[in-house]
């Protein structure tokens, strides 16, 4: 088995506010006319790019202190163009979410765009149903650079074939700023923070089911304070670190705890992951949290399909916390993981078989069957013998934080190829690490 090397006596730790939440606490002040008051935002690439990319639209941004700002905003309605491209790095919630609500501003023109990795990333889910509804949004093979010429659009009836909040919240944001109804479909529930934000606001959803609502104008933009609670997906990386410790355990302060982001802690639970939760309490409509993850010993359990969408970025990380379970691993119906920072069931399984690891790749997933059943005798001595593995990131920092997870869990040589990909979500991540291995 590979082995546990590293103990806790009881940490508390914090991480950075909701990656979601921050790039939405933009969004929403912008089509907010006045000044919103924003603690807790995350500042790390990938949202400031958000915050960035509308200063260029009119937004006017002061920084309070760390993680709190004030946003001031002319209203939806007096938005400029931008004079330049606007540039979302590496965020894919930032240019999806962002082009939705310029495609709905009348006269709005504007070209999103990314770094190398965003522009090999799919966008037809979302230009389809924006055209559909009328919008005037184009990229070459359906990819960024993104072309947008703001219209008053079309009400929308919309049945997603898959379940992905980037695509509801981007036709939301949509009908928001064109001021036109939306009922939109789902056959599983993804994340629902723009529909707790929207609400927070003064707006109404009407729902038909749990994953089909209908929403319709005049819709209320209101300065707000809105309160970012520290992101579950960070938080994983120790919550995964808490239950893999040889003992003791880990507390994540202040973690946001929406029931369509808390699959990480139903998978872990299964696998016999002891998640204790303290101090529960609602923040901006959002429920709030601390977690405390003890050291267990994991054994398989079936990830189901129905908590796929609600821990979808936090598999590569759970991927980890499998490698120590009895009787294996197993993760399907997660062919989302494709269209990632990275193709990250690609790349788990490349980076796991560089570590000696057998996996079974499909198409929507990967199988591992129990490290220390015969068939990982020979690679395990190799392990053990202090040979360094290079981990390839493919410039995707979830691939990097995980396998550094299990280096320091396990103290085996793994080597990432880069890690500055990490600022994107979660600064200080490193720094965070080194103080459990010190």
């Known amino acids: 088995m590979i082995p546990r090397i590293l103990s806790s006596s009881g940490r508390e730790i914090t991480v950075p506010g909701d990656k979601s939440l921050s790039h939405r606490s933009v969004l929403f002040s912008v089509l907010s006319k006045g000044t919103s008051h924003v603690s807790g935002f995350l500042e790390a690439e990938d949202p400031l790019n958000t915050m960035k990319a509308f200063t260029q639209l009119g937004l006017k941004v002061e920084k309070i202190s760390k993680g709190e700002y004030v946003f001031t905003s002319p209203g939806k309605n007096s938005l400029q163009s931008p004079k330049s491209v606007l540039d979302f790095g590496n965020a894919g919630t930032?240019?999806?979410?962002?082009?939705?609500?310029?495609?709905?501003?009348?006269?709005?023109?504007?070209?999103?765009?990314?770094?190398?990795?965003?522009?090999?990333?799919?966008?037809?889910?979302?230009?389809?149903?924006?055209?559909?509804?009328?919008?005037?949004?184009?990229?070459?093979?359906?990819?960024?650079?993104?072309?947008?010429?703001?219209?008053?659009?079309?009400?929308?009836?919309?049945?997603?074939?898959?379940?992905?909040?980037?695509?509801?919240?981007?036709?939301?944001?949509?009908?928001?700023?064109?001021?036109?109804?939306?009922?939109?479909?789902?056959?599983?529930?993804?994340?629902?923070?723009?529909?707790?934000?929207?609400?927070?606001?003064?707006?109404?959803?009407?729902?038909?089911?749990?994953?089909?609502?209908?929403?319709?104008?005049?819709?209320?933009?209101?300065?707000?304070?809105?309160?970012?609670?520290?992101?579950?997906?960070?938080?994983?990386?120790?919550?995964?670190?808490?239950?893999?410790?040889?003992?003791?355990?880990?507390?994540?302060?202040?973690?946001?705890?929406?029931?369509?982001?808390?699959?990480?802690?139903?998978?872990?639970?299964?696998?016999?992951?002891?998640?204790?939760?303290?101090?529960?309490?609602i923040e901006c409509g959002e429920p709030v949290g601390d977690l405390e993850a003890v050291s267990s010993n994991l054994r398989f359990s079936e990830i189901k399909e129905e908590w796929i969408p609600s821990l979808i970025d936090e598999i590569p990380i759970l991927t980890i916390a499998g490698l120590f379970a009895k009787g294996g691993f197993i993760i399907r119906h997660a062919e989302e993981l494709r269209a990632k920072e990275s193709d990250r069931i690609s790349a788990m399984v490349e980076n796991l078989r560089n570590l000696g690891i057998t996996v079974h790749e499909y198409p929507d997933g990967y199988e591992i069957p129990e490290i220390g059943s015969s068939v990982h005798s020979s690679e395990l001595s190799s392990w053990l013998s202090g040979n360094a593995v290079n981990i390839f990131t493919k410039m995707d920092h979830r691939i990097a934080m995980s396998f550094m997870i299990l280096k320091a869990v396990s103290g085996l040589e793994i080597r990432p190829d880069e890690t500055s990909w990490i600022e994107t979500s979660f600064p200080g991540f490193e720094s965070l690490l080194e103080g459990f291995t010190q």
């Open 94 to 281: 930032g240019i999806r979410l962002s082009a939705g609500l310029l495609c709905g501003i009348q006269g709005i023109k504007a070209t999103l765009t990314g770094d190398h990795s965003l522009q090999k990333r799919p966008m037809s889910r979302i230009i389809k149903p924006l055209n559909s509804m009328g919008a005037s949004i184009s990229g070459k093979d359906d990819k960024a650079p993104l072309e947008i010429l703001g219209k008053k659009l079309s009400d929308f009836h919309y049945k997603s074939p898959i379940a992905s909040a980037q695509v509801k919240s981007c036709l939301m944001l949509a009908a928001m700023a064109s001021e036109t109804s939306l009922e939109y479909e789902e056959d599983i529930l993804s994340r629902d923070h723009t529909e707790n934000m929207f609400r927070f606001l003064g707006n109404k959803l009407n729902f038909i089911s749990p994953t089909h609502f209908k929403m319709e104008p005049p819709y209320i933009f209101e300065a707000k304070e809105f309160k970012v609670p520290g992101d579950i997906s960070s938080a994983a990386f120790f919550l995964v670190l808490g239950v893999l410790l040889k003992e003791g355990s880990v507390l994540v302060k202040n973690v946001g705890l929406n029931p369509s982001r808390i699959g990480i802690l139903h998978a872990l639970e299964a696998m016999g992951g002891k998640i204790i939760v303290h101090n529960q309490r």
